[in-house]
């Protein structure tokens, strides 16, 4: 968790369970960043982005704008992509 000021963010990285998936999981898509999907979210005046490798779910969750915490994610995102397949290859 990142704290700014008056602005919060946390990644959060979490291993998927059988069956686990973010399509059909309430998330919608948004873009796509190096082939990866991404999916996002609003819940109780915060902003989720999300997106899976093979073994993980990732996530961004902050105060900041949808287009903000989303680009976040979208450049974390193939680093974070190749280290995760990494781990469950």
Not at 17 to 30: R, S, T
């Amino acid at each position: 968790t990142f704290q700014n000021g008056r602005t919060l963010l946390s990644l959060v990285i979490a291993k998927k369970q059988d069956g686990e998936a973010l399509d059909g999981a309430n998330l919608l898509p948004a873009l796509s960043q190096s082939g990866i999907p991404m999916y996002t979210a609003g819940a109780r005046g915060f902003q989720v982005a999300a997106f899976e490798s093979r073994g993980f779910l990732v996530y961004t969750v902050s105060d900041l704008s949808q287009t903000d915490n989303l680009g976040v994610l979208a450049a974390l995102a193939p680093s974070l992509q190749n280290f995760l397949n990494q781990m469950v290859a």
